[in-house]
């Protein structure tokens, strides 16, 4: 996982989700291919999914817990997940999690 994403268009206006408990801005790389780069703030959230993302933490420590799950699972910086399209998943943080959010 590399730290930073060269040669890059950066949409400026942000997304803003629950209140202010997730942002992020949508990048586009030299390819085409769609990234989400944010932070979400101390909170307990459930995130839906229309096509199947990637979540790389980056900085920070989350528990999430993937639809159909009973179990919670413990991701930090370094680590990613996998959501299928057309699901969802429990996010917990109790600090501010940095993450890039790979589409399809």
């Excluded at 996982?1 to 942002?23: E, P």
């Excluded at 420590?61 to 993937?66: F, M």
């Excluded at 910086?77 to 429990?90: L, M, T, V």
Aim: glycine fraction near 12%.
């Amino acid at each position: 996982m590399s730290a930073q994403f060269d040669q890059v268009s950066v949409v400026k206006k942000s997304n803003i989700y629950f209140d202010g408990k997730c942002v992020s801005h949508n990048i586009i790389l030299a390819d085409g291919s769609k990234k989400s780069v944010g932070v979400i703030f101390p909170s307990s959230l459930t995130f839906n999914t229309g096509a199947p993302e990637t979540m790389e933490i980056t900085g920070g420590v989350c528990k999430v817990r993937l639809a159909g799950a009973s179990e919670w699972q413990t991701y930090g910086a370094g680590q990613e997940f996998k959501i299928g399209g057309n699901s969802h998943f429990d996010i917990e943080t109790l600090e501010t999690v940095d993450y890039v959010c790979h589409f399809g």
